[in-house]
């Protein structure tokens, strides 16, 4: 009798655990998404705006200093 009841200690804490597990596992599929995510959207970003936007004002500046170009 206390075979069987160490037993389904034994599961339900297996059990617990695997719970767990799986509740990490879902968190760390959430934080990859949300780091995908985010790497889609700064791509995203520099798509939008592109170096050469960004550097126009640079651009500008070195025009003046060599009108020759």
Avoid: W
Avoid at 8 to 20: D, F, I, T
Avoid at 52 to 57: D, G, I, S, V
């Amino acid at each position: 009798m206390r075979v069987q009841h160490c037993d389904m200690a034994l599961q339900e804490k297996c059990s617990r655990n695997g719970h767990n597990i799986q509740k990490q596992n879902t968190k760390m599929l959430q934080y990859a998404r949300y780091v995908q995510n985010s790497a889609t959207i700064l791509v995203k970003m520099r798509l939008a705006f592109p170096p050469a936007l960004l550097y126009h004002k640079n651009n500008e500046r070195e025009r003046k200093k060599h009108p020759d170009l």
